[in-house]
């Protein structure tokens, strides 16, 4: 549905983004991860036709986005992290208006179908600006909603919100996957994990790591596995003895309390799969293979791997001289 190609961007001298690649199929929820002043906003920003990049293609459905920023604009739906809400209206009144600009088929019935949605029945006659900020981000996704929008682009959906808002939010998030393509931003390592079926990590402009949340985590640690096994009458000591001295493990330790005395953290020489070699080792020891699993990190972990790789590469990078930098 969406492919970023070699997406750049600079402020001036300031080059902010740098060759962005990936892509959001249809049906898919993707989160843009990153810390604050990764370029997450700035990205949002082009694709939905907002900013003007320095060089890149945006294609939504085939077609370039930015040549046809006007029609781009009916086919998605776009939730800034600050919606920019009227405060003196009533929800259902500014929904309406919203309704109106978007040029819905049928303004009335739509507004009472996402004010449904998103739970802002009850409040369709509350002033925007008596609103709690959670009914607020509410109010924002159901103007985003609004129209015939296939894809949601949603840029920090849930900042500012407390720990019940953000419950709320990433449910309704995960509701509205189920029939629209979104692409939401986030540096909450968390939300992105629970809410996306698929990741883009982005960092001073570039793309890290892409890929399911589950397979980002799992490639960080590849060669880290959980084996839970019956010993028989061997000792767990001598076992994990025996394990240790082969020659493409790398350590291995007993595994966190809760797993039982005879499982293990068996870790292996990454160069190569090594996930034969140690379940048929295993096997030669006449032992009872119960459980056999990565045990790599977790996304958050992964994530502060790859952010901490790039900013001790870019350290190491030697400073630009100056009259070169003027050339």
């Not at 019956?230 to 790398?250: H, N, Y």
């Not at 119960?290 to 990190?297: K, N």
């Amino acid at each position: 549905m969406l492919q970023v190609r070699n997406l750049s961007h600079r402020y001036g001298r300031d080059q902010v983004l740098h060759d962005l690649n990936f892509t959001v199929d249809t049906g898919q929820v993707v989160g843009l991860l990153g810390p604050n002043g990764a370029g997450k906003t700035t990205t949002m920003r082009i694709l939905t036709g907002y900013l003007t990049p320095v060089s890149g293609e945006v294609v939504f459905d085939g077609k370039n986005a930015l040549d046809n920023v006007v029609s781009l604009r009916r086919e998605l739906g776009y939730m800034p992290e600050n919606v920019p809400l009227y405060p003196e209206l009533e929800v259902g009144r500014y929904l309406l208006w919203a309704a109106k600009v978007k040029e819905s088929a049928d303004p009335m019935a739509q507004v009472a179908e996402v004010m449904e949605r998103c739970g802002l029945t009850h409040m369709a006659q509350r002033r925007i600006r008596h609103l709690s900020r959670g009914y607020k981000q509410r109010v924002g996704l159901a103007q985003a909603l609004l129209g015939s929008a296939k894809l949601l682009i949603l840029d920090e959906p849930t900042v500012g919100l407390d720990p019940g808002q953000i419950r709320e939010i990433r449910s309704l998030i995960r509701e509205l996957g189920k029939e629209r393509t979104i692409l939401l931003s986030s540096h909450i390592l968390s939300e992105v994990e629970l809410t996306c079926d698929k990741v883009v990590i982005i960092n001073q402009g570039r793309i890290l790591a892409q890929g399911a949340p589950g397979e980002l985590a799992g490639a960080m640690g590849g060669g880290r596995f959980l084996v839970r096994l019956g010993l028989g009458e061997t000792p767990a000591k001598d076992a994990l003895q025996r394990i240790e001295q082969q020659g493409f493990v790398s350590s291995a330790s007993p595994a966190p309390e809760g797993h039982g005395e005879d499982a293990f953290v068996v870790e292996v020489d990454r160069t190569t799969d090594r996930r034969a070699d140690l379940s048929r080792f295993l096997f030669d020891q006449s032992w009872s293979l119960l459980e056999f699993r990565p045990s790599g990190p977790g996304l958050e972990e992964a994530f502060m791997n790859l952010v901490a790789g790039q900013e001790e590469a870019a350290m190491d990078e030697p400073a630009m001289d100056t009259d070169e930098e003027a050339a």
